[in-house]
T-cell receptor, first 116, second 113 residues
Framework: GAGVSQTPSNKVTEKGKYVELRCDPI?????LYWYRQSLGQGPEFLIY????????DSGLPNDRFFAVRPEGSVSTLKIQRTERGDSAVYLC??????????????FGEGSRLTVL | AQKVTQAQTEISVVEKEDVTLDCVYE???????LFWYKQPPSGELVFLIR????DEQNEISGRYSWNFQKSTSSFNFTITASQVVDSAVYFC??????????WGAGTKLIIKP
């Protein structure tokens, strides 16, 4: 596609449920990032993929969070046993090369997760 | 530790006024990159500019200009002759040796017609 696509745009779930958020990056972009943004704050780094592998997952808050990118394109962020504190907008970004976050990142519009 | 501070939570000006958004950063890295991103109401962050730590030249792009000063660890952003379409949240960010982007809390800019 022309830009980074994220689905769903909105997700409401109940505490304790499992959630998957999908990101389809710009075609040809090897680097993919997940960020989390709470209201009134800047994005918070979660995980960075270079190709299929997670190059840096130090931002994942705990073991309830997991992300995959099996074919080096689409990525899925998985959250188990959701908690109310997980409510946020989850942003995905991609970039052309392996320069980490030193190059221009292209962001999707985010997936807004609300845990009731 | 790395940190980005955007002290202005919200700025409101009347259209056609000039406005400066402040950004102060902290890092121990000698090589680093600074960024500004715009987040309109749609939520999609849009890249505006990147500067590396070895290039202190100011940059101008149309009505936008950036002033990078290592002596004060600042990377300020000025919009000249502001327009209503400039209304958005603007984020300053820093990338150092660990390649992660560290973001400020953002400044909400409101341009009134």
């Amino acid at each position: 596609g022309a830009g980074v696509s994220q689905t769903p745009s909105n997700k409401v779930t109940e505490k304790g449920k499992y959630v998957e958020l999908r990101c389809d990056p710009i075609s040809g972009h090897t680097a993919l990032y997940w960020y989390r943004q709470s209201l009134g704050q800047g994005p918070e780094f979660l995980i960075y993929f270079q190709g299929t592998g997670a190059a840096d997952d130090s931002g994942l808050p705990n073991d309830r969070f997991f992300a995959v990118r099996p074919e080096g394109s689409v990525s899925t962020l998985k959250i188990q046993r959701t908690e109310r504190g997980d409510s946020a907008v989850y942003l995905c970004a991609s970039s052309l090369n392996s320069a980490g976050a030193r190059g221009e990142l292209f962001f999707g519009e985010g997936s807004r997760l609300t845990v009731l | 530790a790395q940190k980005v501070t955007q002290a202005q939570t919200e700025i409101s000006v009347v259209e056609k006024e000039d406005v400066t958004l402040d950004c102060v950063y902290e890092t121990r890295d000698t090589t680093y990159y600074l960024f500004w991103y715009k987040q309109p109401p749609s939520g999609e962050l849009v890249f505006l500019i990147r500067r590396n730590s070895f290039d202190e030249q100011n940059e101008i792009s149309g009505r936008y200009s950036w002033n990078f000063q290592k002596s004060t660890s600042s990377f300020n952003f000025t919009i000249t002759a502001s327009q209503v379409v400039d209304s958005a949240v603007y984020f300053c960010a820093l990338s150092g040796s660990n390649y992660q982007l560290i973001w400020g809390a953002g400044t909400k800019l409101i341009i009134k017609p």
